[in-house]
């Protein structure tokens, strides 16, 4: 869930490095790269940049419900990309149980530490951990309280499954990211729904107002089996981005600012998700198959066809 860091445009008269974006100043006529990376070692730069965006674009266009598999499958295939894909591709949420509140909680690596994981209910590790990262004081209350928030959220818009909050520090502000997933199965439709939400909040104005910056990455994947029709999948990811200035109050505090960016982000991915997914796929069966036959579809093309020509005629 991770974005990738931003390319810094350099000011006029300077140069950016095509592979390994340091700015290049001219001396003389003569390009010259402050990195001191010779030309060898920025075709290689080229190489595996050229493998991670053919890697990372074979990776959208395979079913998110097989992306562990086929991640593994990947970085065997080309161990030198294994750092850029675990930290570029999002992975589906796996669910564990604390074992202090006996309540589910979802798994990412914002809440790992080596191969402890933390509970926001109770903040331990499990397998226990005793220099485990947590947040400041400050922090975990705001994180227990937005996990009561979200759990409320998702129980409205979801009915069940699972989501769980986690914050960290920051220099000059904090960070989180709510999680939430919803699977389902039956004889007849599986399917499940992975939205992972990271926002980056930097406080100002001596915490009166904030800058929030939202990515958000939803996971969708369904499963139908019906006797006249067999067995279709359907699945896709979208990733979007928005950021937002805010005023901070108590009547008007980080959760509330949060909160309705994430659920303004999730109504309109939603809408995307069902016109892409949902009706390109509809129009495409559609237009493969005709539910009148030839004959009468024939006909009608004629009556058309002499009504365009007494027309063109008048």
Known sequence: PRPRPRKIIPSSGCVLCRWCCVVRVCCGGVYVCRSGASSQEHREMADHDQKLDCALDLMRRLPPQHIEKNLSDLIDLVPSLCEDLLSSVDQPLK?????????????????????SYRSPWSNKYDPPLSDGAVPSERLRRLEVEANHAFDTYRDLYFESGVCSVYMWDLDHGFAGVVLIKKSGDTDKIKGCWDSIHVVEVQEKAQGRSAHYKLTSTVMLWLQTTKVGSGTMNLGGSLTRQSENDSSVSDAQPHIANIGRMVEDMENKMRQTLNEIYFGKTKDIVNDLRSVSDLKHKDRQMKIASELKQRMQSH
């Open 95 to 115: 669910i564990a149980r604390d074992k202090d509140t006996g309540k589910d909680y979802l798994l990412c690596d914002y809440n790992r530490d080596g191969d």
